[in-house]
């Protein structure tokens, strides 16, 4: 196996191992071939890999049927890697980046800026789409990219409002293309493809888990320069994307709303602890011209 882009691809779909754990390989064998001829019991030694997992390591290095469907998928999707001219710039300088994305629809949008996440509640009061209405278009008509991740809600909100304005979105889903979760939303996922960009960073053939959600989160708020929320209750998975976001050193945004709602009080909690408040799209873009001015 020469292709070291190949044999990245391949390390990523093995069993056994971690994202953490591939990139302490790579300083060790920078191109990816020494592992190739290693036993289980060398990658024991060698790695300190626990021998039941350098045994799923060995195996899936040299499953041919594994490789075949990299293959396969190679020719039915876009597979972008970490080192492809067209992986997301924003997103290579976060901490974790995924080292491999699954995409269909126009890749192009990976590089296109000005990006802004759009984020919020599975369960949205009535004012939302409203909230949604007022500030995306007049970004969407300026050319900016609206992430979020196809969740039902805002997620859903946000995609259907850009792409009614013929606009350019983004979905990241938690898992792979041949399991669409949620499956309300298989419609919205054919229409991304088509007039948009589906990114997965798991293989197609990956079911949705409950630890990918989080897991995406920081590719949601890694590919733009800003996390937009719309809506949040307290305790609200809404919460771990903008966790995300600051780790990574990115604006985030909240729209403020009734105290009377409980959709809104995560939000006004991020206010009080320093997320800008949101009332018209140009507070974000002030932001993103500030940025522009300071570091060109």
């Not at 259907?160 to 499956?183: D, N, R, W």
């Not at 966790?243 to 990574?248: H, I, K, P, R, V």
């Amino acid at each position: 196996m020469t292709d070291f882009r190949f044999r990245l691809i391949h390390i990523t779909r093995c069993r056994g191992i971690t994202r953490r754990w591939i990139r302490k390989l790579l300083l060790i064998d920078s191109t990816l071939t020494e592992i190739y001829k290693l036993s289980s019991a060398a990658m024991n030694r060698l790695y300190h890999l626990p021998l039941n997992n350098a045994s799923m390591l060995y195996n899936d290095l040299h499953s041919e049927p594994l490789i075949e469907q990299i293959e396969t998928d190679l020719h039915n999707y876009h597979v972008i890697t970490l080192l492809d001219n067209n992986f997301s710039p924003l997103l290579k300088t976060i901490k974790d980046p995924p080292f491999v994305l699954y995409a269909l629809g126009n890749i192009s949008l990976l590089t296109q800026a000005p990006a802004l996440s759009v984020i919020g509640t599975r369960k949205p009061s009535r004012e939302a789409m409203g909230k949604v209405r007022t500030i995306i278009p007049p970004l969407v008509r300026q050319g900016w990219v609206i992430v979020s991740g196809m969740a039902i809600g805002i997620d859903r909100f946000a995609h259907e409002v850009t792409l009614s304005l013929s606009g350019h979105t983004i979905a990241v889903l938690g898992g792979g293309f041949q399991y669409i979760y949620p499956k309300e939303n298989i419609r919205l996922y054919q229409e991304l493809t088509e007039r948009g960009l589906v990114l997965s960073e798991y293989p197609p053939t990956t079911p949705p888990a409950r630890h990918h959600f989080p897991e995406r989160n920081r590719i949601i708020s890694g590919l733009s320069f800003g996390t937009l929320v719309i809506e949040a209750t307290e305790k609200s998975g809404t919460l771990i994307t903008v966790d995300q976001a600051l780790e990574q050193g990115r604006d985030v945004f909240a729209v403020p709303g009734s105290p009377l709602m409980e959709q809104t009080r995560g939000c006004h909690k991020m206010i009080q602890d320093g997320a800008k408040l949101v009332i018209h799209e140009e507070d974000i873009r002030e932001e993103w011209e500030r940025l522009q001015n300071t570091y060109g």
